[in-house]
């Protein structure tokens, strides 16, 4: 796993990844996971903290070019992935993480 680093202010949350400096933006802002959401690399995602140590981030709208892992599992249109990042104290960071696609998750 490649190390990354999370900024944020009350609306937004940016997760800035070491590999390839690319930039991921969690919406914290209340909006509703959109229905109709445009296509991205990163998709659209929406966050919420469920208490101060847990974070729940649901994202859809990825793009062709992500991939369900390392080993090049393609997705539909309709993959859905919820990650929950769990702080268990301030040096560690459990993640959780579940993919639903009805079309390529069968």
Known sequence: MFPFQFFKDEKLLEMVFEYDHTVRRIFMDG???PTDPDVTYMGTSIG???DDATLVVET???NA???LDRNGHQHSD???VTETFHRTDMDHLQ????MEDPK???
């Open 95 to 98: 993640i959780a993480v579940s």
């Open 65 to 67: 070019s992500t991939w």
């Open 48 to 50: 919420h903290w469920v």
């Open 104 to 106: 390529a998750l069968v």
């Open 60 to 62: 859809v709208g990825q």
């Open 78 to 80: 309709q993959l859905k």
């Open 31 to 33: 909006r509703p996971v």
